[in-house]
């Protein structure tokens, strides 16, 4: 209809054109014409029937490969050094590695980037402390408590005494100095960091193939400084040096600074340096950037920044498309009051207790349900079964708003969870464990029969899975995945209790058993590309 109107002919009419000049007999019933100009569009069957048989030959499954590949770098997770990752980590780390995943999936060529934050003004703080306060056994007990103890003690004191705010500074100093002994310090309290950040991505299933840090770009902070005030994109501005956006109206209220009076330099500089190295490094055509929504401004201000830059540095030009750069953010996760979720005691929630309670939680269902498995097999259970609830219950939401976490929604076997899709998956293939003899998808004999409506209906959402994750990746939208799973599992259930499988007769078996296979496998890679396991049994 939008066609017809920028042709100015009548829609209905165009529709005859098109129709006219339309082959698609092979799959399609004759096209009819409706309404103001729509076209309706109805599969054969046995069209639907070829491409599922396709897929049971393990032909594909159900998605293609990008016939162009593009090369994205995802920035996401980003915890700082000495600080627990805490519960709003979770939806950068999850959710980036689904978009990781996805790409993927697709055929595209991804890298990961976790810029962690490893420089700043806190290190001065932490530094003091370290120097002066730290417990050695307390450190190798858990090393982080005891870098967040040293952080909160030295700002407490710093806060009353003037003394102690120099005396931080001059630490950071030093560091920045390139002093041995801090740089030595800062070194170590890096290494600890990451090894507890390294265990909780092992947990999570998430992997990267750089962790630069904030740090790597340091040595290109004074020069990349210089360039841009020689090439007029930055100037001073009450002794620091700033970049403003006269042209652009939402940012003009908004310059922002690439040097403070004091000589350092901001996040917003090293981004930009972070940015150059990505695009002379691996030449992306785009680059997603995955945190809360509170650095939208930020964001805007370093894309803004770094068009102007490009306008003026042929060698940062992009020559095939325009290097797209996505700020990919998402709101907070609430408490059950609607307020921030914190602990009882009002305090952030630690990643690491979150994780173990979802997987006590999950062992408490599992052992009520299965008292006789053994413990090792229902602790593994539990293990997919809370880590999954945990990151759907993130991934399902639309991640612009907030949500309220709540363990009851998020386990319960009910209603859009991952427990509901890990519990469906198990279900299908109990049918295989109750098939008499062996069934094979790949090596058995059937033809793929569709007659009944809740085959089709089933047939046309198994279709619809490279539709999604093409749209995921289009949109950084992993919700739509979970959405097209939990109404997979649902069409799945109308045809299974409607369409006998077991019980059909012999030439129906086949084709619906292999229905039941080829839905088994897209929901398994569908929660796969989540960042989801599943078991065989619950
Ligand atoms: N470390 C930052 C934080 O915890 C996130 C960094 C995001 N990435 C970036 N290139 N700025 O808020």
Redesign the pocket.
């Known amino acids: 209809m939008s066609l017809a109107k920028t042709r100015k002919i009548n829609p209905r009419q165009l529709a005859t054109e098109v129709v006219a000049k339309l082959d698609v007999s092979e799959i399609c019933e004759p096209v009819e014409i409706a309404g103001a100009g729509f076209l309706n569009f109805r599969l054969k069957p046995v069209a639907l029937a070829q491409t599922l048989a396709a897929a049971a030959r393990g032909e594909h499954l159900f998605f293609e490969k990008a016939a162009s590949p593009k090369t994205s770098v995802i920035?996401?997770s980003?915890?700082?050094v000495a600080k627990p990752m805490h519960v709003?980590?979770i939806r950068?780390t999850i959710l980036g590695d689904c978009l990781a995943r996805t790409l993927r999936l697709l055929g595209h060529r991804v890298i990961t980037d976790n810029?962690?934050?490893d420089w700043g003004t806190q290190f001065g703080m932490l530094l003091l402390g370290w120097k002066q306060h730290l417990k050695p056994d307390a450190l190798q007990a858990d090393p982080i408590g005891e870098m967040e103890r040293l952080y909160k003690l030295i700002n407490a004191t710093g806060e009353a005494m003037e003394t102690v705010r120099d005396a931080a500074r001059q630490e950071l100093v030093k560091l920045q100095g390139g002093d041995e002994e801090n740089l030595k310090i800062w070194r170590e309290m890096i290494a600890l960091s990451e090894k507890q950040f390294d265990e909780i991505y092992s947990r999570l299933g998430v992997k990267f193939d750089h962790t630069f840090g904030?740090s790597y770009y340091n040595p290109r902070l004074k020069p990349l400084v210089d360039e841009l005030v020689v090439k007029g994109i930055a100037r001073e501005s009450e002794g620091a040096l700033a970049i403003f956006f006269e042209d652009t109206p939402q940012l003009k209220e908004h310059p922002t600074l690439i040097r403070k009076s004091d000589g350092g330099f901001n996040?917003t500089t090293?981004?930009l340096a972070?940015l150059e190295y990505r695009l002379k490094t691996w030449h992306p055509d785009e680059i997603i950037?995955?945190?809360?929504g509170r650095?939208q401004l930020?964001?805007q201000q370093?894309f803004a920044a770094f068009r102007k830059w490009q306008n003026a540095d042929p060698e940062l030009r992009t020559p095939n498309s325009e290097l797209k750069l996505a700020h990919v953010w998402f709101g907070s996760i609430l408490g059950e009051d609607g307020k921030p979720f914190k602990t009882r005691s009002g305090e952030t929630v630690k990643l690491a207790d979150l994780l173990d309670e979802a997987e006590e939680r999950a062992l408490k269902i599992v052992s009520e349900k299965n008292p006789d498995l053994p413990e090792t097999q229902r602790r593994e259970i539990a293990r997919v079964i809370g880590l999954g609830a945990v990151k759907y219950a993130d991934l399902l939401p639309n991640r612009q708003s907030d949500y309220v976490f709540s363990w009851d929604k998020m386990l319960a076997l009910q209603g859009n969870t991952a427990p509901y899709l890990q519990y469906a998956y198990t279900r299908i293939r109990s049918i295989f464990r109750k098939a008499e003899g062996t069934f094979n998808i790949q090596h058995s004999t059937f033809n793929i029969q569709l007659a009944a409506p809740e085959e089709i209906a089933l047939a046309k959402h198994l279709l619809n899975f490279g539709l999604t994750l093409e749209a995921v990746a289009e949109e950084y939208r992993p919700n739509f995945l979970c959405n097209y799973l939990f109404e997979l599992a649902g069409k799945f259930t109308s045809f299974y209790e409607n369409c006998p499988v077991l019980k059909a007769e012999p030439t129906m078996r086949g084709s619906r058993l292999a229905m039941c296979d080829l839905t088994a496998q897209v929901l398994k890679k569908g929660l796969e590309t989540l960042g989801i396991e599943t078991v065989e049994q619950m």
């Open positions: 920035d996401f980003s915890p700082n709003g980590h950068s810029h962690i934050g904030e996040y090293t981004d972070t950037y995955v945190t809360d650095q930020h964001f370093v």
